[in-house]
């Protein structure tokens, strides 16, 4: 009777073990997060619905959104300080009001299937996919917006969406002065600084400072290393490398065991090879 408890015992051990463990990746830690960048830009027009849409119906974990101002104080998707690249129109995106920016073509660009496509609002992009899908903001060159945290979180605020249980909401920007003070205005949602190459030599001193505010340190992929990675993990921070565009590249940031992949092609992160 005891011998048959034990071997129930163990077994039941056994099959929670089995079910309570997740799946590894190949670098020890569970799945990779995904970060679509601007969307699934590499499949479609970036930062508008199509590229938001493209990166849902491929799993991807987040959308990263880049957040500017119009001149009439509206927020929007879109990456350049100007709408000259992205958009068949000439000038600046704060000399434009939403009306006028929202009348350019921000699809045909990239190819003819996407003609039509419009500068997206902030609020309709949070709307839409609240709920669906992780949402990484990106606050675009905010020194020319006076202003733009205040609106960022009072969106949130609106919405219930500025105490995520589940940490589907990021705010992050290279701009660090920003940062600090989007953080005052929402203290509940994880934060975090993004770093271009100039970043290469960042010391454990500035880490500490940054790790004051932010729970990301988000790096040029170009200045990963082991050793930034271990660092920026002893600081207390995680660490998501942009900007994948090519599948050894992903290879090359799953190996070095970074928290999440910012890329263009989500396909890539799910296409790692796995080792046994």
């Keep these: 009777?005891?011998?048959?408890?034990?071997?129930?015992?163990?077994?039941?051990?056994?099959?929670?073990?089995?079910?309570?463990?997740?799946?590894?990746?190949?670098?020890?830690?569970?799945?990779?997060?995904?970060?679509?960048?601007?969307?699934?830009?590499?499949?479609?027009?970036?930062?508008?619905?199509?590229?938001?849409?493209?990166?849902?119906?491929?799993?991807?974990?987040?959308?990263?959104?880049?957040?500017?101002?119009?001149?009439?104080?509206?927020?929007?998707?879109?990456?350049?300080?100007?709408?000259?690249?992205?958009?068949?129109?000439?000038?600046?995106?704060?000399?434009?009001?939403?009306?006028?920016?929202?009348?350019?073509?921000?699809?045909?660009?990239?190819?003819?299937?996407?003609?039509?496509?419009?500068?997206?609002?902030?609020?309709?992009?949070?709307?839409?996919?609240?709920?669906?899908?992780?949402?990484?903001?990106?606050?675009?060159?905010p020194e020319l917006y006076p202003g733009m945290e205040e609106k960022v979180a009072e969106a949130l605020i609106e919405r219930n969406m500025h105490k995520p249980s589940n940490g589907k909401i990021i705010i992050q920007s290279f701009n660090h002065e920003s940062v600090q003070l989007s953080k005052q205005l929402l203290p509940n949602i994880p934060h975090g600084v993004l770093a271009g190459l100039t970043w290469a030599d960042v010391t454990d001193e500035q880490l500490a400072q940054f790790a004051t505010y932010a729970d990301f340190f988000n790096p040029n992929m170009n200045i990963v290393t082991e050793d930034l990675v271990d660092r920026v993990h002893l600081a207390g921070m995680e660490i998501y490398a942009y900007t994948v565009r090519t599948q050894e590249q992903a290879d090359n940031l799953f190996e070095l065991e970074v928290d999440g992949i910012i890329t263009d092609f989500p396909e890539y992160v799910y296409r790692h090879p796995v080792k046994n």
């Design 1 to 141: 009777m005891i011998r048959k408890f034990t071997v129930l015992a163990l077994s039941a051990i056994f099959f929670m073990f089995i079910f309570a463990v997740p799946v590894f990746a190949s670098n020890g830690k569970s799945e990779m997060v995904n970060v679509a960048h601007r969307g699934a830009s590499g499949h479609a027009s970036e930062n508008t619905m199509a590229a938001f849409e493209k990166a849902f119906e491929m799993k991807a974990d987040f959308i990263e959104i880049d957040v500017q101002m119009t001149r009439d104080g509206r927020l929007v998707a879109i990456h350049d300080t100007t709408v000259n690249r992205t958009t068949n129109g000439n000038g600046f995106v704060g000399d434009y009001t939403l009306e006028e920016i929202q009348q350019l073509d921000a699809g045909s660009w990239f190819g003819e299937e996407f003609a039509g496509e419009r500068v997206p609002t902030f609020e309709e992009i949070i709307d839409e996919y609240r709920g669906k899908i992780g949402i990484l903001i990106e606050l675009k060159s």
